[in-house]
């Protein structure tokens, strides 16, 4: 004899799909990494750099130029990591719109472009500086993507 069909409502019926936690992870490091960089490279351009931290020609004890980088840079690393982990989560079941995810897309290349133009034109750093101040940037951005990340994927 046939074996039993299977009920229409369980034909119809999607299962949801789930990323590795991990690689939600990753994707969220990175791109809250990427956004960092890219707030340290407009704000150097803006005179909000990171590299004040190592100037001796300063008498203050901590330039506020160097301080208002330290908490943007942190901020946009922590908010880029909580918020691509949430996406990524969200966007595999299919809960985001197209419209919404195209507007991300826009938004992020347009930061990255930014950045890539603060980049290439001529340092305001000096080279010793520039270098520390971008691998503090980095270091910073990772770890607060990183928390950013971990907090989001944590409550869910």
Same mark, same amino acid.
């Given at each position: 004899?046939?074996?039993?069909?299977?009920?229409?409502?369980?034909?119809?019926?999607?299962?949801?799909?789930?990323?590795? $936690?991990?690689?939600?992870? +990753? @994707? &969220?490091?990175?791109?809250?990494? *990427?956004? !960092?960089?890219?707030?340290?490279?407009? %704000?150097a351009?803006?005179?909000?750099?990171?590299?004040?931290?190592?100037?001796?020609?300063? $008498?203050?004890?901590?330039? +506020? @130029? &160097?301080?208002?980088?330290?908490w *943007?840079? !942190?901020?946009v690393?922590?908010?880029? %990591?909580?918020?691509?982990a949430?996406?990524?989560?969200?966007?595999?079941?299919?809960?985001?719109?197209?419209?919404?995810?195209?507007?991300?897309?826009?938004?992020?290349? *347009?930061?990255?472009?930014?950045?890539?133009?603060?980049?290439?034109?001529?340092?305001?750093?000096?080279?010793?500086?520039?270098?520390?101040?971008?691998?503090?940037?980095?270091?910073?951005?990772?770890?607060?993507?990183?928390?950013?990340?971990?907090?989001?994927?944590?409550?869910?």
């Open positions: 004899m046939r074996g039993a069909s299977a009920l229409p409502y369980k034909r119809s019926m999607s299962e949801t799909t789930y990323f590795p $936690r991990r690689l939600i992870l +990753a @994707g &969220a490091i990175v791109s809250g990494v *990427l956004l !960092a960089l890219a707030v340290h490279m407009l %704000g351009r803006y005179g909000l750099d990171l590299g004040g931290l190592w100037r001796s020609d300063s $008498r203050d004890f901590m330039p +506020a @130029g &160097a301080a208002i980088a330290w *943007l840079i !942190a901020t690393g922590f908010s880029g %990591g909580y918020f691509t949430n996406l990524m989560d969200s966007a595999v079941s299919g809960q985001i719109p197209l419209r919404m995810r195209q507007f991300l897309i826009a938004v992020g290349v *347009l930061i990255l472009a930014g950045a890539g133009q603060a980049a290439s034109a001529p340092s305001p750093l000096p080279t010793i500086s520039g270098v520390l101040a971008g691998l503090a940037a980095l270091c910073l951005g990772a770890a607060m993507a990183f928390c950013g990340a971990h907090f989001a994927l944590r409550k869910a």
